[in-house]
């Protein structure tokens, strides 16, 4: 790691004189929650993070789990098998999302898909783009209740049995889920293949080098010995008490810089290796936002001029060995006085080493700045007023109408008018994620940035409750939301139950109920928000804000 940090390098060389007088490494280590609150709850049970890697690798005298992960993925390619599909939400996909996106190209294994998406016509694009007989589905969540993946497991389940039968349907089935949960009677109940039970004290963002992350993995044929070694690397160097400890480098920067006002992480990675970027922006989003602070992390924004940079951002660049991609880019942002970061990663296999690494550093962020780095306080209250929702498209046959401004570039200029210095720009987007509709929210989100000067961040819904949601109502309040709704060409209805032809509810209701619920939950948390509904033309709704 490499920091130029200017007029900063005092304050965080303070910071980790005062980190290695309090030993707070060594009371993370030791299991000490009073590293970030009196009371232990949510705390003393959520840091299993810490040693999964070694005992994923059989070195805390428990049976290492590699074997077995190897052996399934030999299994299901031994009987025919071509596709994964992944449903699952946050933690439960991003990491998998990574291995996908960052390996398969390079290995010998399956094709490997994430869910996440409650659009109809998401869900219907997984179905027919995937020979459903020769798909293996991973149904993954934490807490074994999750309402997105439950819905897509009885629509996914009813597709499969009615190709293949009953009787075997099951098999085409794998769970990850904690012990106990509502998710594993369910496998039981349905014959799944396999149920992968994870270390219950592991949060669903932290969980990467668990069974969460490292079943995909080995599906998608990444070498998970490899891979977990990695990481083991970045766990014996977090250890360190003294100055060589990079992981709490890292989070000291990330929070003293947010505490001088730069709370904006804008995160580059070399093309190889950038959808790690939408992994890290859970694991700090949901970590930091809370209690009226926030670290906003900015993935996927591309690098511009200087004079579209205001003075609340922080620069940190992933650099596979040989990519050049960004380096002069990066090189002019330090030049200029912005501080930067720079980590130079030998091969794609160091991103078991980042997982950590990150994850570490997000913990140590969190006693910089005085949070909780492990609850989600806020995340709850989208999903209560969704529920609400709900009940009353039950109850009354329909959902609230769907209040939304005029499609117009003025109706936008008009909310923008309240942006201050310091805020920031998040474009929500409840629709079908397509490449035309990421088009469109990348050319409105350079505009955006370019023309107010404020970070930008893009989420597609409900993917990002996820994820950012816990900050954008957890945080200082200094974001504006933009939300966009659409409608499905085709619905696609939501069993009662698998294996059963029911259904009082369908993909496109729920989406909007979260829609709808994520709104209320914003101005209820004082938020500023507005809402456009696009209809079925997403992109070229996206481009009249534009016109």
């Known amino acids: 790691m490499e920091a130029k940090l200017g007029s900063y390098q005092a304050a965080v060389d303070e910071a980790l004189r005062k980190l290695k007088q309090d030993s707070i490494v060594s009371r993370i280590w030791a299991g000490d929650h009073t590293v970030w609150r009196p009371d232990p709850a949510e705390i003393s049970n959520r840091l299993g993070w810490l040693r999964i890697a070694d005992e994923m690798a059989g070195h805390t005298g428990r049976d290492g789990q590699i074997d077995r992960l190897q052996a399934l993925a030999a299994d299901v390619k031994a009987d025919g098998f071509t596709d994964v599909l992944l449903l699952g939400m946050g933690g439960s996909s991003l990491a998998p999302e990574v291995f996908a996106k960052t390996f398969s190209a390079d290995v010998d294994g399956l094709n490997l898909q994430v869910l996440d998406s409650t659009d109809a016509d998401a869900v219907q694009d997984r179905a027919n783009s995937i020979d459903l007989r020769c798909t293996l589905f991973i149904v993954s969540t934490k807490s074994g209740g999750t309402v997105e993946t439950f819905s897509f497991f009885k629509y996914f389940y009813n597709r499969v ?11 085409q089935f794998v769970a990850i889920t904690d012990p106990g949960s509502g998710l594993q009677k369910v496998a039981e109940r349905y014959h799944f293949r396999d149920v992968f039970l994870n270390n219950p004290n592991i949060g669903g963002r932290y969980s990467a080098l668990s069974f969460f992350g490292l079943v995909p ?12 070694t990695r990481a083991q690397q970045a766990v014996a160097n977090a250890q360190s008490s003294g100055n060589d400890n990079t992981s709490a480098h890292l989070g000291t920067i990330m929070g003293v810089l947010a505490k001088a006002g730069r709370d904006k992480v804008t995160i580059t990675a070399s093309p190889a290796i950038e959808s790690f970027g939408d992994w890290v922006e859970q694991l700090i989003a949901e970590s930091t936002g809370k209690e009226g602070k926030g670290v906003l992390p900015v ?3 591309p690098l511009a001029d200087l004079e579209s940079y205001g003075v609340d951002r922080l620069f940190v660049h992933l650099r596979l060995a040989g990519d ?22 030998a091969d794609k296999y160091d991103l078991g080493a980042h997982f950590f690494l990150w994850e570490m550093a997000t913990a140590v962020t969190g006693h910089i700045i005085d949070i909780q780095p492990f609850d ?42 309240q942006a201050q210095p310091g805020d920031y720009i998040s474009l929500q987007a409840y629709v079908h994620p397509t490449a035309e509709a990421d088009e469109a929210l990348l050319a409105l989100r350079i505009h955006l940035r370019d023309t107010y000067k404020l970070a930008t961040t893009v989420g597609y819904g409900p993917r990002f409750l996820h994820s950012t949601g816990q900050l954008h109502k957890g945080d200082s309040g200094n974001g504006l939301f933009i939300q966009f709704t659409s409608d499905p060409y085709v619905d696609a209805d939501i069993p009662d139950e698998a294996g059963q032809s029911g259904s009082a509810m369908s993909f496109g209701v729920l989406k909007i109920a979260q829609a709808l619920g994520d709104g209320h939950a914003l101005v209820e948390a004082g938020r500023r928000f507005i809402r456009f509904h696009l209809g079925t033309d997403v992109a070229g709704g996206l481009r009249s804000l534009l016109s």
Do not use: C, H, I, W
């Open 161 to 171: 049995a009615a190709l293949v039968g009953v009787a075997k349907a099951g098999s």
């Open 217 to 228: 993995a080995a599906l998608v044929g990444v070498d998970v010995a490899k891979l977990v």
């Open 299 to 301: 993935v996927g924004e």
């Open 324 to 345: 050049v991609t960004y380096d002069a880019e990066f090189e002019a942002l330090a030049a200029a006085g912005q501080p930067a970061v720079t980590f130079q990663l």
């Open 376 to 417: 989600q306080p806020n995340v709850e209250a989208a999903k209560v007023l969704a529920r609400k929702m709900v009940t009353e498209y039950m109850e009354k046959g329909r959902l609230p109408t769907v209040e939304s401004e005029p499609v117009t570039a003025v109706a936008l200029q008009k909310f923008l008018a």
